[in-house]
Structure formats: C-alpha cells, structure tokens
C-alpha cells in the first residue's frame, strides 16, 4: 500500500486529466483530508471496505485521514484533488461550519453541486489553483479562505449523501465487494485466499485477479491493511502490550506485525503509541 507524506504545512490544489485506460498504481491513504472533485467525467472510488462511490460530473468525496482508496475511471475525467487539515477549516476556537466537519470526521462524505451552481464553484476551484502556483508569504491564508469559501457555499447549495446505492455490479464485483466487508467484520480470524474464494464460489487464481482489480490491492495486503488499522486504534486506546495487540488482531507473529506496521506508519508500534500520546497530551493542553 502507498502512504503519501505525513504531514502539509497549508492546503495544496492540483487538476489533472484521466481516461478510461489510466488505472491507479495502487491503493493508498493520506495522513490528511482529501476533496476529491469531478468537473467532467466520471470514475468509482474504492474506499475500505465501504460500498464504493460512483462520482460524475458535479460530485465531489471527502475523504477522511488513513483511509484507503482506490478508483477506476469510467470516462475521460477532469479531476480537482484538494488536500486540507482540519484547522483549515477552523478560524480562532471556532470551525467554519461544525456540521461539516462533524460529518467527515466520520465517514467518508458524498456531496453533489446541482449544474446551476458549476459556474461558481469553479471560478473558486480556478482561483485557488491561481494561488498554489504563486506559493508565497501570503498563499497558506488566501487558500485558507478560498477553501472555506468553497465549503460555505457547498453547505448551502450542495446535496449530501453517504452511500451510492444505484450502482450496478457484475457477479463476480459484488463477490469481492461482500469479501472485503467479510475481511473488515472477521479481520481477526485466521483467513486464506483459498478459504474466502471457496466462500464465495470462485476459483482462488480468478477471485485473486478479480479482489485486485476491484480494490487496487491483494487480497492479503488488504487484510493486512484492516489489521493494521484496527492494531493503531488499540494502540492508542488501550494499555495491551503489542504482542497482545497483534494477536488480537489477527497476526499470528509479533515480529511480523512490528515490521508490516513499520512499513505502514513509518516507526514500531512502541514508537508510534509514545508519539501519538504526547502528540494528544500537547493538543489537550493547548485546549485548556
């Protein structure tokens, strides 16, 4: 799995042009938010192990921290990535909008500009990708009121939604769709590729082609991937020693989970629970 930089020090804007042969190196997350916008076209997105998103022209994903994601293009699109933190939204103690940031601190959120409203949006998106090439002293605040100029008038004009229910699937899509969310609700137990193609009544060479075309990784490394999340949530919410940590979620060897997870988040386990506390002590501190 790809895991881009840690950290960004302002919010950063790019629009690129995909077609429908363009595929994804590779499933990946963020460290940050991403607002992922299609002007024209069209592609589905891959997200966990949620019901993927189908995203056409007007429609935009936010897409929360360390959540994996993974789409194929259904169209040549015209694509806007926007890559934000949360005190991008917040000026002084107080967010721009509490009900937004509510929503995407919790899943990831679905909104739709109506065609009216294009116009308006994109002379925002066209003036912050204006500003990111100028990069000066001033860029870092100017972007910061563009972006939540644009997610003002997504409030008020936007349409909403979590789940995209409309979405047709073949056979064998929908087979790996309810693999992966039998991976995310059994992540603990001992599972084979063999074993979940046989649940499903595929073939293991077919269901391992087909699980990577539709989710951007191996069966295994997406496993893996569910694991690894769970193990960061239990090392900073509980005081189970790592070993028991990895076992609980579903490692079977600690010295492989230390590595796999060193791989991932860039530091062991030990390190990653002691960086993280203090980072939530200092954030607590500053909040009295």
Same mark, same amino acid.
């Given at each position: 799995?790809?895991?881009?930089?840690?950290?960004?020090?302002?919010?950063?804007?790019?629009?690129?042009?995909?077609?429908?042969?363009?595929?994804?190196?590779?499933?990946?997350?963020?460290?940050?938010?991403?607002?992922?916008?299609?002007?024209?076209?069209?592609?589905?997105?891959?997200?966990?192990?949620?019901?993927?998103?189908?995203?056409?022209?007007?429609?935009?994903?936010?897409?929360?921290?360390?959540?994996?994601?993974?789409?194929?293009?259904?169209?040549?699109?015209?694509?806007?990535?926007?890559?934000?933190?949360?005190?991008?939204? &917040?000026?002084?103690?107080?967010?721009?909008?509490?009900?937004?940031?509510?929503?995407?601190?919790?899943?990831?959120?679905?909104?739709? &500009?109506?065609?009216?409203?294009?116009?308006?949006?994109?002379? &925002?998106?066209?003036?912050?990708?204006?500003?990111?090439?100028?990069?000066?002293?001033?860029?870092?605040?100017?972007?910061?009121?563009?972006?939540?100029?644009?997610?003002?008038?997504?409030?008020?004009?936007?349409?909403?939604?979590?789940?995209?229910?409309?979405?047709?699937?073949?056979?064998?899509?929908?087979?790996?769709?309810?693999?992966?969310?039998?991976?995310?609700?059994?992540?603990?137990?001992?599972?084979?590729?063999?074993?979940?193609?046989?649940?499903?009544?595929?073939?293991?060479?077919?269901?391992?082609?087909?699980?990577?075309?539709?989710?951007?990784?191996?069966?295994?490394?997406?496993?893996?991937?569910?694991?690894?999340?769970?193990?960061?949530?239990?090392?900073?919410?509980?005081?189970?020693? &790592?070993?028991?940590?990895?076992?609980?979620?579903?490692?079977?060897?600690?010295?492989?989970?230390?590595?796999?997870?060193?791989?991932?988040?860039?530091?062991?386990?030990?390190?990653?629970?002691?960086?993280?506390?203090?980072?939530?002590?200092?954030?607590?501190?500053?909040?009295?």
């Amino acid at each position: 799995m790809r895991v881009s930089d840690m950290n960004i020090d302002r919010i950063y804007i790019n629009s690129t042009v995909r077609n429908i042969t363009t595929k994804m190196p590779e499933n990946h997350y963020h460290y940050y938010y991403e607002l992922y916008y299609v002007s024209h076209g069209g592609c589905r997105f891959f997200i966990d192990s949620a019901t993927p998103y189908d995203l056409h022209s007007g429609d935009y994903l936010v897409i929360p921290p360390k959540q994996a994601h993974f789409n194929n293009y259904l169209s040549q699109t015209t694509r806007i990535n926007i890559y934000f933190r949360e005190q991008d939204l &917040i000026n002084g103690n107080e967010p721009v909008s509490s009900a937004f940031l509510d929503r995407i601190r919790s899943r990831v959120l679905k909104v739709h &500009i109506p065609r009216a409203y294009r116009g308006l949006f994109d002379q &925002i998106f066209d003036q912050m990708l204006a500003e990111d090439k100028i990069d000066d002293e001033r860029t870092a605040a100017i972007m910061k009121l563009q972006f939540q100029q644009l997610i003002l008038y997504s409030e008020r004009l936007g349409t909403t939604a979590f789940a995209d229910t409309s979405v047709q699937y073949s056979e064998s899509e929908d087979a790996v769709l309810q693999a992966a969310k039998y991976l995310a609700e059994n992540y603990n137990q001992q599972i084979t590729l063999t074993s979940l193609a046989e649940l499903y009544g595929l073939s293991p060479s077919y269901f391992s082609r087909k699980f990577h075309q539709v989710t951007g990784m191996g069966m295994k490394e997406y496993l893996s991937g569910i694991r690894l999340d769970h193990a960061a949530r239990q090392l900073l919410s509980t005081t189970h020693s &790592i070993t028991d940590i990895a076992l609980d979620c579903g490692f079977s060897d600690s010295n492989y989970f230390k590595d796999a997870f060193r791989k991932t988040y860039g530091m062991s386990p030990r390190a990653y629970r002691s960086s993280r506390m203090t980072d939530s002590m200092h954030a607590q501190t500053l909040d009295r």
